[in-house]
C-alpha cells in the first residue's frame, strides 16, 4: 500500500479531479463519435443486405421527425465512452491503485487484460451471430400482405443493447476467478449453488435483451457455458496451486533443519566440551559449607569445587552465593521444628 495518508477532504477532491478528467475526455471524444453514428448505420444496414439477412430493397425508416438525430446523438455517445475508455480505465486505476497491495495491484492487472479481450469477443458474438439471426427471423415472419418495415431507431438500439449485453455477461469468468482465486468465496460453495447461479444468468439474460426467446437463450446460454469453463479452469488452478505449495514445504523443512539452532557445529561443541573439562565432580555432604541445611532430595548446590580454578571470585562470595541458593522449605522446616 502507499504510505502517503490522506484525508477524507483529498481523497473527495481526488475523487472529484479524477472525475472531470474523465468527463473532458468524453466530452472530446463525443464529436468523432457522432460524426462516425450515420456512416456507422450505413455500414451496419450494408452488411445485412450482403449477408442475406436484409432484402436488397430494405431500407430503415423513421416515424417522428426527430428520431433519427436523438439515434445520432445516442450513438455518438456509444462511440465517445469506447474512444475515451483508456482515459476512463487509467484515471480509475490512479485513484484505486494507491489502497491495494502489490500482488493484489498485479491480480488486477492480469485481469484487466483478460476482461477486454473477454468484452470484445462478447460483442463479436453478438453483432456477427446474435443480431443478425435476429433480424432473420423477423423478417422470416413476413407474408404477402404484411410486410416489416423497421425503424432506424429501434434497429440501432437493438443492436447496441446486444453488443452491451452480451460484453457484460462474457465478464462471468473474471467474476468467478477473483471471487475463488482470493479466497472470498470456496469453488465448493459456487458448486454447491450452481442452480442458483444459472438462474440468475437467465433472468440478467432476460433484462439485458429484448423481450423475446431467442435473444435471451442466445445469451444465457453461452453464458452458462462460460460459468462451467470458468469454474474448470479455476479448479485447475487450485489444483496447481496445491501442488506448488506441497513441493515448497518439503524444501522449508529441509532449511529449517539445517539451521536449528539445536545442532551445534563441531568447533563450538569441542569448546563446550573444555569449558567443562573446567568443572571438578561435585564433593560429598561433608564438603558443604553448611551441611546442616543439606537435603538428599534438592541438589542445587553450588560448592566451590564447580567453580574454575582461574575464577575471580572470593571466598565470601562464593558462600553468599551457595547460602541464597539453598531452598526456602529447609529454613521454614527449622521454624516449624522450632515451635
Given amino acids: 500500500m502507499d504510505d502517503k495518508k ?8 481526488e475523487l ?12 472530446v471524444m463525443y464529436i468523432p463519435g457522432y460524426l462516425l453514428a450515420q456512416p456507422s448505420i450505413d455500414l451496419l444496414i450494408n452488411s445485412l443486405k450482403r449477408g442475406n439477412v436484409f432484402p436488397a430493397d430494405a431500407t430503415l425508416v423513421y416515424t417522428e421527425p426527430m428520431s433519427f438525430f436523438f439515434t445520432q446523438l445516442s450513438m455518438g455517445l456509444v462511440y465517445a465512452l469506447v474512444f475515451a475508455s483508456p482515459v476512463l480505465a487509467y484515471q480509475t486505476w ?18 484487466s487484460g483478460f476482461s477486454c479481450l473477454l468484452f470484445l469477443i462478447g460483442v463479436a458474438f453478438a453483432i456477427f451471430l446474435v443480431f443478425p439471426a435476429l433480424i432473420r427471423f423477423s423478417y422470416g415472419m413476413a407474408t404477402d400482405n404484411i410486410r416489416p418495415m423497421l425503424q432506424v431507431d429501434s434497429v440501432v438500439y437493438l443492436a447496441v443493447l446486444l453488443m452491451l449485453g452480451f460484453g457484460v455477461m462474457f465478464q462471468l469468468p473474471i467474476v468467478v476467478a477473483f471471487l475463488t482465486l482470493s479466497g472470498i468465496v470456496e469453488i465448493d460453495t459456487i458448486k454447491k449453488a450452481r442452480p442458483y447461479v444459472v438462474l440468475v444468468i437467465f433472468v ?20 452458462w457455458i462460460l460459468f462451467e469453463l470458468s469454474l474448470l479452469f479455476v479448479q485447475a488452478s ?7 505449495k506441497a513441493q515448497e514445504e518439503p524444501e522449508e523443512e529441509e532449511g529449517n533443519e539445517e539451521a536449528s539452532p539445536m545442532v551445534q557445529p563441531a568447533a563450538q561443541n569441542s569448546e563446550n566440551q573444555a569449558r567443562a573439562n573446567n568443572y571438578t565432580t561435585p564433593p560429598d555432604q561433608g564438603d558443604y559449607p553448611n551441611p546442616d541445611l543439606y537435603d538428599e532430595s534438592y541438589h542445587q548446590y553450588e560448592p566451590e569445587s564447580y567453580y574454575p580454578s582461574n575464577s575471580d571470585v572470593s571466598p565470601q562470595d562464593k558462600q553468599v552465593r551457595i547460602r541464597n541458593t539453598t531452598p526456602a522449605k529447609h529454613g521454614t522446616r527449622g521454624r516449624r521444628r522450632n515451635r
Fill in 6 to 13: 490522506l484525508s477524507l477532504v483529498d481523497h473527495l477532491e
Fill in 204 to 223: 440478467l439474460a432476460a433484462i439485458l435483451t429484448p423481450p423475446d426467446v431467442i435473444s435471451q437463450l442466445a445469451m444465457g446460454i453461452p453464458s
Fill in 238 to 244: 487450485l489444483r496447481k496451486k496445491k501442488e506448488l
Fill in 94 to 111: 490512479q485513484f484505486v491503485a494507491p489502497a491495494l497491495f502489490k500482488h493484489e495491484r498485479m491480480a488486477i492487472s492480469r485481469l
Fill in 16 to 27: 472529484r479531479r479524477r472525475i472531470f478528467i474523465q468527463l473532458c475526455a468524453v466530452i
